[in-house]
DNA sequence: GACAATACCATACATTTGAATGCCATTGCA
DNA sequence: TGCAATGGCATTCAAATGTATGGTATTGTC
């Protein structure tokens, strides 16, 4: 009664491991030693140890299901940002209640209420590769600096563009040739946020479409 | 000493919950009661209860870290992407070992350890809307179809491409008139997986450089 | 005022779970 | 042969952690 063949066994421990940990359920020692079928803890426990020194695995000391894949183990915080259907007319916490959807957003420095994400429709920022149908998503904040890429309400609708203000005027500027920048009153003006990332889901059918 | 307003409290318990959960790090009582700034564990204890009830949290008994989101096993799951950091030379699990970070993905219908993220080098794909520096979310499988979006391997180098096969040939298809198509036999070309999700972070400073 | 409901607290208890102690078997090498 | 290195086992201990008991203060309603 010896062992099994070369470093197999530990590779399978930490195939194991990290699908749990990516799956968002961390094992503890006893679920590792089960799954590959130990008859000791001991045996699962020096496995886990083994990969901690190889820095395949980070482990919390004494913490209950402690174990984490290290770079996430810091610093990475998922939050869900609602995806808002209609575009919000009014304050932006009644279009909140009944979102169209969540999107997990890696929000280092953003509270999880501050965010939300929006569908873009039309071409006018396709020259800084926002394509309609992509999803902006925005933190909250009723300012913008120049250049900033924002979500402003004018009216009715919400747009994305490019913000400039000269003075006591707002230019909203599409990254587009065919389309002309909007100028306004600051006071015609409402900033709802930021928007901070750009994305595209192509799904798992369909090419680019191009 | 009294209480909190209406449900406010509970309300932060949930978010508190929701987001260590989907971050990976399912939280213990202690750590919700800390967090909140309870005095007493017991307090923690009962807003999860009530949670449960309502049927917003699913409790597993006496499990270390036992809460889960309800449908966790359907509907909106997150799972974390490792950015991998240098191009993959030769088996990807090589690479995964040293990610850059993890993404979180909304992978409804691809398991946790078939996803992976690559940052775009080059302009070669600006005319469907990817940039340099953009991350590409990919889903590993060996083969694509006509008009997918690749990560392909050739050679030493991955590289994004719109996929096309003529026969024996494999056409790698830039998206950028500036940039002329790879066209090499199939046994020449590695398909890595394909592109199911373009995101750019844009962070909290600066616009759009465009 | 009586009473239910809510929010909170202090503390004890039981289970889960990480870590430690000591030992055996196989392999490879000097 | 001797011996270090590796892989495994059985068991115990202690920390982490879920759960339960019992009590206080505030609010709202009849």
Redesign the pocket.
């Known amino acids: 009664?010896?062992?099994?063949?070369?470093?197999?066994?530990?590779e399978k421990v930490f195939a194991f491991v990290r699908d749990r940990l990516l799956a968002g359920q961390?094992?503890?020692?006893?679920?590792?030693?089960e799954a590959?079928?130990?008859?000791?803890?001991?045996?699962?426990?020096?496995?886990?140890?083994?990969l901690v020194e190889e820095g395949r695995l980070v482990?919390?000391?004494?913490?209950?299901?402690?174990?984490r894949l290290p770079g996430s183990s810091e610093g990475a915080r998922t939050v869900l940002a609602p995806v808002l259907g209609r575009v919000p007319a009014g304050a932006l916490d009644a279009a909140v209640e009944d979102p169209d959807g969540y999107l997990p957003v890696d929000a280092r420095g953003a509270a999880a209420g501050d965010l939300f994400a929006l569908r873009v429709r039309g071409e006018s920022m396709t020259g800084v590769g926002i394509l309609p149908g992509d999803l902006v998503i925005v933190r909250r904040q009723p300012t913008a600096a120049n250049g900033d890429l924002v979500v402003a309400r004018v009216g009715d609708e919400a747009t994305v563009k490019t913000f400039r203000s000269r003075g006591r005027r707002v230019e909203l500027r599409p990254e587009n040739p065919a389309f002309a920048p909007i100028v306004l009153d600051a006071g015609a003006v409402a900033i709802l946020g930021k928007v901070i990332e750009v994305r595209r889901i192509l799904g798992a059918h369909g090419g680019t479409g191009a």
């Open positions: 009664m010896g062992r099994t063949p070369a470093g197999e066994t530990r961390p094992p503890t020692v006893r679920e590792v030693q590959l079928g130990f008859r000791a803890v001991r045996t699962a426990q020096q496995h886990l140890e083994r482990a919390g000391r004494h913490r209950a299901r402690g174990y």
